[in-house]
């Protein structure tokens, strides 16, 4: 069974770059898209991103500006940048997988448990 | 971008009630819809996708429905394990949730 494993700083200075990486275990790559997806304290999700192992990436059009996304299959890994954060980025970080259907791209069926990222001084 | 909102925020029910969320789309996403669950201090778990279908391990008394804009999930008979938070996600374009309804113990 596929696990999701997300690791970085837990506290990032305002202005500065969030960085953060999810290895896979368990499973490849190979056939999935893989998301970012945070969720601040007490508050709801939201997506951020995702790639594919070919290094075609799709962006939330809200956070577009500020994130860069890569993949590294040597590692089973993909991996989040997100530059000039502020406090409003504090929040817990998920990685997902999601299955290519048929016509789009499915809901995801595999998580991790999320790393906390805080943006302060 | 596609707005999902979902409805109520919160709701207070007892065990052996049924219990209705709705979550609805500013635009048609066709049934491109999925329901999470998701307990404190755990990742979400995809419970239905494509607005009906039960994923595998999913205990029969959740349902979901609906189409274009408009989607429900419902529980049948509240059990212990399904207090927690419930959210909607579209995925015809990109992803966008819904923010979330929380089950509390009445």
């Known amino acids: 069974q596929v696990q999701l494993q997300e690791s970085g700083p837990g506290l990032v200075k305002p202005s500065e770059t969030l960085s953060l990486t999810c290895t896979v275990s368990g499973g490849s790559l190979s056939s999935y898209y893989w998301s970012w997806i945070r969720q601040p304290a007490g508050k709801g999700l939201e997506w951020i991103g995702r790639i594919y192992i070919s290094g075609s990436t799709n962006y939330n059009p809200s956070l577009k500006s500020r994130v860069t996304m890569s993949v590294d299959t040597s590692k089973n890994q993909f991996s989040l940048k997100l530059r000039s954060v502020t406090a409003a980025d504090t929040a817990v970080y998920h990685c997902?997988?999601?299955?290519?259907?048929?016509?789009?791209?499915?809901?995801?069926?595999?998580w991790g448990q999320g790393t906390l990222v805080t943006v302060s001084s | 971008d596609i707005q999902m909102t979902q409805s109520p925020s919160t709701l207070s029910a007892s065990i052996g009630d049924r219990v209705t969320i709705t979550c609805r789309a500013s635009?048609?996403?066709?049934?491109?819809l999925a329901w999470y669950q998701q307990k404190p201090g755990q990742a979400p778990k995809l419970l239905i996708s494509k607005a009906s279908t039960l994923e595998s391990g999913v205990p029969s008394r959740f349902s979901g429905s609906g189409s274009e804009t408009e989607f429900t999930l419902t529980i049948s008979s509240l059990q212990p394990d399904d207090f927690a938070t419930y959210f909607c996600?579209?995925?015809?374009?990109?992803?966008?949730f819904g923010q979330g309804t929380k089950l509390e113990i009445k």
């Open positions: 996600q579209q995925y015809n374009r990109l992803y966008t």
């Open positions: 635009q048609s996403i066709s049934s491109w």
């Open positions: 997902a997988r999601a299955r290519r259907g048929q016509w789009l791209v499915l809901p995801f069926d595999s």
